[in-house]
């Protein structure tokens, strides 16, 4: 699939011989920080070269009409300008919905409708972060055809409010962040409470990231996720107690060992432990990108794999199978689960010359055990959302 067939399938669709304007926003990676965007520390996000396309033309009336490459059998789904109300049966329509409705909030005019396509190589359930990508692939698709100038940083928080707010699911900013603001060949350390955030340069080498879908759906993580946030809560809350913080991600590693009494509860003080630990190695990571020091990047990958295992609890035996098969190959310099977990995927840094072994042992290991296969994919650095002016799909 590429622009041209997508541009021809728009005109198909939309009974137009117009030309559509391209739009893309990557999926992302977690490379390391995982939980810690919701307790107000640092997360190390990279935008990935799977995403959204959207490809869009102004109406002359104010219909808004929407159609996904990937739901054909959802046919278009319209609506009008004036009456964005969410609503159950437009399913995935309502991120682009919720989008424009959140513009307008923030007092951006749109004078016309829009007819828009969308075509998304993200997998399914995967937890690469299809949503979020939808959400600014529309923001910039919007920016671009009514042409406003939107705050990048305005935008993604716009974006946020839609998951929020709007479609009800209560994430944090990492996605929409590292989606809006990627940068091609970098991760991107970024303090979650406050926004301020630093690119690392992430130089591979004869290394490449592999993504690893376990394939199993994410059945739990919803449930489990809220779960997790009532949990911090909860041990932020004692331990204000005794220190002045605003959230987990403002204790030290120091702190959190001489207070971690105060956390009443034993389970609450495992999940307060990943967060404080898993904070503190996400800020050391972007010391040893800086420094292209892959070796110790990797490990600290591994020591949030355990963590995420033993203190969090929210890897599973499928995650935890593959990031443990994907250890004892060789070229392998770390692995970890990224995401919320409970299933979707892990991420490996692979020599490159041992990839095609690494998938054939990973992949015959994982299949004995839990009994169907994982899928690979090997990731690109790649730029965040914007107007796509040449190349095709990938």
């Keep these: 699939m590429n622009i041209r067939k997508l541009t021809k399938e728009f005109q198909d669709k939309f009974s137009t011989f117009q030309t559509p304007r391209p739009f893309f926003a990557p999926g992302r990676i977690n490379l390391i920080g995982e939980h810690t965007d919701y307790n107000g520390g640092h997360v190390l996000p990279a935008s990935i070269s799977f995403g959204t396309y959207a490809l869009g033309l102004k109406r002359q009336d104010r219909k808004l009409r929407f159609y996904s490459v990937n739901f054909p059998d959802a046919g278009i789904m319209e609506c009008d300008l004036d009456d964005l109300i969410y609503q159950k049966v437009h399913e995935w329509a309502n991120y682009p919905k919720g ?9 951006y005019q749109f004078d016309h409708g829009i007819d828009v396509l969308f075509y998304g190589n993200i997998p399914n359930s995967a937890g690469l972060s299809s949503s979020a990508s939808i959400e600014m692939a529309m923001g910039v ?22 998951e929020n707010n709007y479609i009800g699911v209560n994430s944090g900013i990492m996605d929409q962040f590292a989606i809006g603001m990627g940068k091609q060949d970098h991760a991107i ?22 993504i690893m879908n376990t394939n199993k759906q994410r059945t739990l993580a919803g449930s489990k996720y809220n779960e997790r946030r009532t949990q911090c809560e909860a041990a932020l809350s004692d331990l204000q107690t005794v220190l002045p913080i605003q959230t987990l991600g403002n204790v030290t590693i120091d702190a959190f060992e001489n207070n971690q009494r105060f956390i009443k509860n034993e389970v609450n003080r495992k999940r307060a432990r990943h967060i404080v630990y898993e904070n503190a190695r996400t800020i050391e990571a972007l010391e040893r990108l800086k420094q292209n020091d892959l070796i110790a990047f990797g490990k600290l990958m591994n020591a949030s794999h355990i963590s995420l295992r033993d203190n969090y609890e929210v890897s599973g035996i499928e995650l935890d199978t593959i990031v443990e098969a994907a250890w004892n190959q060789p070229g392998v310099l770390g692995a970890r689960m990224t995401g919320a977990g409970f299933g979707g995927c892990a991420i490996a840094i692979v020599a490159r010359e041992e990839v095609e072994k690494f998938k054939n042992i990973v992949s015959a290991v994982y299949t004995e ?8 994919y090997m990731a690109e650095i790649c730029d965040g959302a914007k107007e796509v002016t040449e190349g095709a799909l990938k």
Excluded: S, W
């Design 189 to 210: 350390l970024l303090n979650c409470q406050t926004l301020n955030y630093q690119c690392a340069p992430l130089i591979l080498g004869d290394h490449v990231i592999i």
């Design 141 to 162: 698709l919007l920016e671009g055809l009514f042409e406003l100038n939107i705050d990048r940083i305005d935008l993604i928080r716009i974006g946020q409010k839609v």
């Design 369 to 376: 055990k839990i009994g169907y296969a994982p899928t690979f």
């Design 99 to 107: 989008m424009i409705l959140y513009l307008q909030k923030a007092g």
